[in-house]
C-alpha cells in the first residue's frame, strides 16, 4: 500500500492585537464578580485555564482575576461598560498598552516551546489551559488556544520575546506571519 505523507505545515509566530482589560475581584467579592460576569454573557474561567468569549478569549491568570482580551474594536466601550457594571464587585484595570502577545501557529507538538526555551511540562498541556512560565528571560503567560499557542508578556519585553520567537522558530523552519487579532481567532478554545 502506498501512503501519501502530506508535510505539517511549518510553525509559524505572529504579532496578536489586542485590548486587555483586568477584572480582579475586591475582597470576598468573586462570586458576585464570578455572577455578573455570567449575566454579561462572560464564562470566567478557574486559575490556569483560558474561555473564549465574544470578541475575545477570558484568561484565569491569578486567583480571583481575570484577564480579558478583546479585539481592538469597540474595546473603549467594554471597558467603560466593565467599570459601570462592576464598579461594586471588581477594580477594572485597562492593560492594554502594558501586553504584548504573540501567536504561535501550526505548532503540533509542545517540543518546539521546548526550543525555544518554555520550561513547562507541555505534554499535559490540553487546549485551554494557561500558566505562567519563563522564555528568553521573559516572565510569560503561555496559554493553549485550540492548535495555537497565545504568549503574553510585559510590553517592554514584546520586541524582544518577538525577536526571540521569529529567529529561534526560523532554526526550525518556521515563519513570521502578518499580525492578527484576537477577535480573529476560531470561536472555541478546544478544537
Same mark, same amino acid.
Given at each position: 500500500?502506498?501512503? /501519501?505523507?502530506? #508535510? %505539517?505545515?511549518? #510553525?509559524?509566530v505572529s504579532? *496578536? %492585537?489586542?485590548?486587555? /482589560?483586568?477584572?480582579?475581584?475586591?475582597?470576598?467579592?468573586?462570586d458576585?464578580?464570578?455572577?455578573?460576569?455570567?449575566?454579561r454573557?462572560?464564562? %470566567?474561567?478557574?486559575?490556569?485555564?483560558?474561555?473564549?468569549c465574544? !470578541?475575545?478569549?477570558?484568561?484565569?491568570?491569578?486567583p480571583?482575576?481575570?484577564? %480579558?482580551?478583546? +479585539?481592538?474594536?469597540?474595546?473603549?466601550?467594554?471597558?467603560?461598560a466593565?467599570? +459601570?457594571?462592576?464598579?461594586?464587585?471588581?477594580a477594572?484595570?485597562?492593560?492594554? =498598552? +502594558?501586553l504584548?502577545?504573540?501567536?504561535? =501557529?501550526?505548532?503540533?507538538?509542545? @517540543?518546539?516551546l521546548?526550543?525555544?526555551g *518554555?520550561?513547562?511540562?507541555? @505534554?499535559?498541556f490540553?487546549?485551554?489551559?494557561a $500558566?505562567?512560565?519563563? /522564555?528568553?528571560?521573559?516572565?510569560?503567560?503561555?496559554?493553549?488556544? !485550540?492548535?495555537?499557542?497565545?504568549l &503574553? *508578556? +510585559? $510590553?517592554?519585553?514584546?520586541?524582544?520575546? !518577538?525577536?526571540? &520567537? =521569529?529567529?529561534?522558530?526560523?532554526?526550525?523552519?518556521?515563519t513570521a506571519?502578518a499580525?492578527? =487579532?484576537?477577535g480573529?481567532? #476560531? !470561536?472555541?478554545?478546544?478544537?
Amino acid at each position: 500500500m502506498n501512503r /501519501i505523507l502530506h #508535510p %505539517l505545515p511549518a #510553525p509559524s509566530v505572529s504579532a *496578536c %492585537l489586542f485590548a486587555a /482589560i483586568e477584572l480582579a475581584s475586591l475582597r470576598g467579592r468573586a462570586d458576585s464578580l464570578l455572577a455578573l460576569a455570567a449575566a454579561r454573557g462572560v464564562r %470566567l474561567p478557574p486559575l490556569g485555564r483560558i474561555e473564549a468569549c465574544a !470578541g475575545g478569549v477570558v484568561l484565569g491568570v491569578r486567583p480571583e482575576r481575570w484577564l %480579558l482580551l478583546l +479585539a481592538r474594536s469597540g474595546a473603549e466601550r467594554q471597558l467603560e461598560a466593565w467599570t +459601570a457594571a462592576a464598579a461594586a464587585t471588581a477594580a477594572v484595570i485597562d492593560l492594554s =498598552s +502594558a501586553l504584548a502577545g504573540f501567536r504561535l =501557529s501550526s505548532v503540533h507538538r509542545g @517540543d518546539t516551546l521546548h526550543r525555544l526555551g *518554555c520550561r513547562l511540562d507541555l @505534554d499535559r498541556f490540553e487546549p485551554g489551559t494557561a $500558566a505562567a512560565t519563563t /522564555i528568553a528571560q521573559t516572565a510569560t503567560i503561555v496559554a493553549r488556544y !485550540g492548535q495555537d499557542w497565545l504568549l &503574553l *508578556c +510585559a $510590553a517592554s519585553y514584546g520586541a524582544h520575546l !518577538g525577536h526571540w &520567537l =521569529s529567529h529561534n522558530l526560523a532554526a526550525h523552519r518556521g515563519t513570521a506571519a502578518a499580525p492578527t =487579532s484576537i477577535g480573529e481567532w #476560531p !470561536g472555541d478554545v478546544r478544537p
